[in-house]
């Protein structure tokens, strides 16, 4: 049999069992001990009848002569209270029966040996014997020993029935009171499975009971180092895009410079070139970046924001940009709550909207949706990719060199944050309602609208 | 139009303070931010450029204090941190704009004028002054339609006037927005520049207020 997985019910039970049985061989010894001391006192009764009816038939010490005749001694002795468990035959010298209890067939009765007791398979026996007159009587009494087993059974009985009432209730309050032993154990558990998984701040000190608090010591520990890794990453990352961009934009700025400066129309197309190429060379290295971040970074924070005023800042640096009010923007009326990362989500969005202006339909509208509970979809026109494409896009390490030449980093960088963060990434080619294009819909970590 | 350029990057910072002198705008050029301190202190300018790592300390914290102390020179920030998070940090403690590097020195124009317009109240680069069309978007001036070609210290003075119709500039003032231009202005360096405006734009747009300055005609 399987263990139980709850501590509470296992110790509940654990120690409810090792009770029940402690109680229970008490029972059985008291019981035992009982019963050897009813056997003395049964025993005890067992002789003092047979005396009493051998006095009763007038033999014995006292010679007392009966009273009456035969069938009067029998009245009597029926009439005894404590005889009539007994059966009994008295018999003369000769063997001829004196006086025998009701039923009782004298011939069942085992010979008189010596005085004293005896047993058989059913009865418990006491043997007597008595002088009357000239006559030596001898008596058997027999006991039936299933009466004796009925009186022990009824004292165990008797015994066990409050035990019997008593164990259950105890074993609830056994449970009960384990389960309260375990209360900081089970609040602990609640706070852990409450506070989301991207929560580091550290539990803390929380009066616990001395087993549990190495556990949440190393738990903070652990937490502490993942906090720091997380910042690390994060200030490396701020420090790379800073060493490598200030650089190239002052390189880039020169170029500009230059090109406005110079009268000379061949230094001046040089400096394009230089201008042209530094930008390629940053748009490389802020992919690099990027991608650093999407598979090192913390992508769920814990706390949530509304996506759509990032959506919106980017969308919004894009328009900036020359692309002639080609961005359609559906959004939802209400916030759009998610714990992704406000920049893995800028991130994602950049490199989706960048795709979409790069492959799609020069000049035909990208529309770009982000809904309930918090689904983004952007959908560019162009032609059909077929399936197996598609698959070979979505497929994880499916980089640059695919059927469409360049869509690689950026739909990698996508992907990784999609599966980072639990977001659900699907391409699909004609976008839905439409004869062409491609929709791209990523279902993002929404908020669990029942909490 | 004044300028702090606070950029320790040098050859980024050269490029950016070119641009902007050859937008005719007055430009001081500092590589920290304690010297940005003490220039802000000093100088009144109508537009920051801040770049967030300094090697003496971060852009925020600086934006941060300097709108706590009451100060509200538009700040565009200019920095390689692109990140979302990064830049709601910028726009929250008090930046104007947000510009990620590399960017190109044409949009860092657009976006000054923008910032600078929204700031005049008037966020429309198309200002009509009498019988001036002005577009200080394109840095374009028509009298009656036709073309006319200012200097790059002569439209630092005049943009000065359009942005803040009725106000009284003294000639002190006025000099703030020529001083990357000369090192040393002369006593009457504004009174040549604005007779050369009234000569080329007519005589009434300029008023003289006498004994306190200048301003452009009201209508």
């Known amino acids: 049999m399987r263990r139980p997985r709850s501590l509470q019910l296992r110790l509940a039970l654990t120690v409810g069992l090792a009770v029940s049985v402690m109680w229970l061989g008490s029972v059985a010894y008291t019981t035992q001990k009982l019963r050897v001391e009813l056997d003395g006192v049964y025993d005890s009764a067992l002789r003092d009848s047979a005396r009493r009816l051998l006095r009763l038939v007038g033999a014995g010490p006292e010679r007392r002569p009966p009273q009456s005749g035969k069938n009067d001694g029998a009245r009597v002795v029926a009439e005894t209270a404590d005889v009539d468990r007994f059966a009994f035959v008295i018999l003369g010298s000769e063997g001829d029966v004196i006086l025998q209890s009701e039923g009782a067939d004298p011939a069942q009765f085992p010979a008189f040996e010596r005085r004293g007791f005896g047993q058989t398979e059913e009865h418990a026996l006491f043997f007597d014997s008595a002088p009357r007159g000239e006559e030596r009587l001898t008596i058997v009494v027999a006991e039936p020993l299933s009466r004796r087993e009925a009186q022990t059974r009824e004292i165990a009985i008797r015994l066990s029935l409050p035990l019997l009432l008593v164990i259950p209730p105890s074993l609830v309050v056994i449970f009960l009171v384990v389960g309260r032993s375990l209360a900081p154990m089970r609040q602990l558990r609640r706070d852990l499975e409450a506070r989301s998984s991207r929560n580091l701040a550290p539990l803390g000190d929380r009066d616990l009971p001395s087993e549990l608090t190495p556990i949440v010591g190393s738990i903070d520990g652990l937490l502490a180092r993942l906090a720091a890794a997380f910042e690390a990453e994060r200030s490396f990352a701020a420090n790379a895009a800073h060493e490598l961009r200030t650089p190239v934009a002052g390189a880039i700025a020169q170029a500009q410079r230059l090109q406005v400066e110079t009268g000379d129309p061949k230094a001046a197309s040089r400096a394009q070139e230089i201008e042209t190429t530094l930008k390629r060379l940053n748009g490389l290295s802020e992919k690099l970046l990027q991608m650093a971040r999407a598979e090192g970074a913390q992508l769920r924070t814990g706390t949530e924001t509304d996506l759509r005023p990032i959506l919106e800042m980017i969308v919004g640096d894009f328009e900036r940009l020359d692309v002639e009010g080609r961005l359609h923007l559906t959004l939802a009326e209400a916030p759009i709550l998610s714990d992704l990362d406000p920049d893995a989500f800028g991130i994602l969005l950049r490199n989706l909207i960048e795709n979409a202006l790069k492959h799609g339909t020069t000049g035909a509208p990208i529309r770009i949706g982000l809904v309930e509970p918090a689904v983004l979809t952007v959908s560019s026109a162009g032609p059909v990719i077929p399936q197996a494409d598609l698959d070979r896009l979505t497929a994880r390490f499916a980089r640059a060199g695919g059927a469409r030449a360049g869509t690689g980093l950026g739909l990698a960088i996508v992907r990784t944050i999609a599966e980072r963060a639990d977001a659900v990434l699907e391409l699909r080619s004609p976008a839905p309602g439409r004869a062409e294009g491609i929709e791209v819909r990523v279902a993002l970590p929404a908020r669990n609208r029942a909490g | ?219």
């Open chain 2, 1 to 219: 139009m004044r300028i702090l350029l606070i950029e320790d990057d040098h050859v980024l910072g050269e490029a950016v303070r070119d641009q902007l002198l050859a937008d005719s705008h007055s430009t001081d050029w500092v590589q920290r931010l304690d010297h940005a301190g003490e220039a802000l202190k000093v100088g009144a300018f109508e537009l920051v450029l801040l770049d967030l790592m300094l090697p003496d300390g971060q852009g925020v914290p600086f934006l941060r204090a300097l709108r706590a102390r009451g100060d509200v020179t538009p700040v565009i920030i200019l920095t390689a941190l692109d990140q979302v998070s990064d830049r709601i940090a910028g726009l929250n403690a008090g930046a104007d704009d947000y510009m990620v590097k590399p960017f190109d020195l044409s949009e860092l124009s657009a976006r000054i004028g923008s910032v600078a317009r929204r700031y005049a109240g008037n966020p429309n680069p198309l200002v009509e002054v009498g019988a001036l069309q002005i577009d200080l978007a394109a840095r374009t001036i028509r009298s009656d339609g036709r073309p006319v070609l200012l200097t790059a210290r002569e439209w630092a003075l005049f943009e000065a006037f359009v942005q803040a119709p009725g106000r009284v500039f003294s000639k002190s003032q006025l000099e703030e927005h020529l001083y990357s231009f000369d090192a040393n202005i002369e006593s009457n360096t504004i009174e040549v520049h604005v007779s050369r405006l009234r000569k080329k734009l007519g005589r009434a747009v300029i008023e003289t207020e006498r004994g306190l300055g200048y301003r452009l005609a009201s209508a």
